[in-house]
C-alpha cells in the first residue's frame, strides 16, 4: 500500500496557467472499460502525462495530482487498473484494493496503458504529442515498464518503483535491453522495501543498455515521501517535484540522450 485515501500531493508553486478537469471513462483494447481522470492547462507549455497511480489504483491524490501538473503546463491523465473486475464509478475509503489488484493482469493492464496514451494523443490532435509516463510504487514499476518501444512514450519517471522480480515475474531490471529512455528513477533512502542493492542493479543494468536515466535517492526518505502535510519531507518533495518537471523540460528538447550515474540526495 502507498497512499492512504486522504492524502493530498505536495504542491509545486504558483500556477502558471489555469486549469479544467474530468472524469471519464475510457475503453481498452479488449473492449473493457476503465475509469480516468483528465487535467487540461489553459495553455499547455510541455509534454503530457500519463499517471499511473500505486496498488489502490485511481483516487482522489492521483486527481489533484494532475491538477497540479496541469497548473505547470501539462496536460495530465490518471487511469485506473480495476475496470474489470470493479467497475468505472467512485470508490470508498474502505475499497479491498487487494482483492482486485490479484486479479489485474499485466496485459490488461499494459491495454489501459495503451489506452491511456492513445488518449492523451487524441487530446492533442496529433501522432507527435510527446507523452510521459509517471507513476507511483505500483506504477512507478508500471512507467518503467512502458520505456519499452511499443507504448510510443518520450521517457518515464518512476516514483519508489520496485525494478526487480517481483512474485516470480521479471521487473524492469531484467527488462532493461527491452527500454528506451530516458528513464528518471526516484527514490527513497529509507524505503524498507526497496534497497539501495536493488535500486544499484537497476541502475546497472540499464547503463549496461545504453539507457538515458538519472536516479535520484533521498537519504531519509521513506517509501511514499512525496506527499503534502509531512514538514520533515518538505525539502524531498521540492527537490522531486524540481526533478520532475525539469525532466518534462529536458524530455521535450531532447537533452536526456546518454546515461547518467545514480545521483545521491542527503
Known amino acids: 500500500m502507498c497512499y492512504e485515501p486522504d492524502a493530498v500531493p505536495p504542491v509545486h508553486g504558483s500556477p502558471i496557467t489555469t486549469v479544467t478537469s ?11 472499460n476503465f475509469a480516468a481522470h483528465l487535467s487540461r ?93 509517471l507513476g507511483f510504487c505500483f506504477g512507478g514499476r508500471l512507467a518503467f515498464m512502458t520505456a519499452r518501444p ?36 526516484l527514490f527513497g533512502g529509507a524505503d524498507e522495501g526497496i534497497s539501495p542493492e536493488v535500486v544499484s542493479a537497476f541502475g546497472e543494468a540499464l547503463e549496461g543498455a545504453g539507457v538515458a536515466h538519472e536516479f535520484v535517492t533521498y537519504a531519509e526518505a521513506p517509501h511514499s515521501f512525496f506527499e503534502l502535510g509531512r514538514p520533515e519531507l518538505a525539502e524531498a518533495c521540492a527537490d522531486a517535484w524540481s526533478r520532475i518537471l525539469g525532466f518534462l523540460k529536458r524530455t521535450a528538447r531532447g537533452d536526456l540522450t546518454s546515461p547518467r550515474a545514480v545521483t545521491m540526495q542527503d
Do not use: W
Open 22 to 32: 474530468e472524469r471519464l471513462v475510457l475503453t481498452s483494447a479488449d473492449g473493457a
Open 41 to 133: 492547462p489553459g495553455r499547455a507549455s510541455g509534454p503530457a502525462v500519463l499517471v499511473l497511480p500505486d496498488n489502490r489504483g485511481l483516487s482522489g491524490f492521483y486527481e489533484r495530482l494532475t491538477e497540479r501538473l496541469a497548473e505547470q503546463g501539462h496536460t495530465a491523465l490518471v487511469i485506473d487498473y480495476f475496470g474489470r473486475t470493479a467497475g468505472t464509478g467512485p470508490r470508498t475509503a474502505d475499497f479491498p484494493f487487494m482483492e482486485h489488484l490479484g486479479k489485474a493482469h499485466k496485459d490488461g493492464l499494459f491495454a489501459d496503458i495503451a489506452a491511456g496514451v492513445a488518449h492523451l494523443r487524441a487530446e492533442s490532435d496529433g501522432e507527435d504529442e510527446e507523452i510521459v509516463c
Open 150 to 185: 511499443a507504448f510510443g512514450v518520450a521517457g518515464a519517471i518512476g516514483l519508489y518503483g520496485y525494478p526487480d522480480v517481483l512474485f516470480g515475474n521479471p521487473g524492469p531490471t531484467q527488462m532493461a535491453g527491452e527500454l528506451r529512455g530516458p528513464i528518471l528513477g
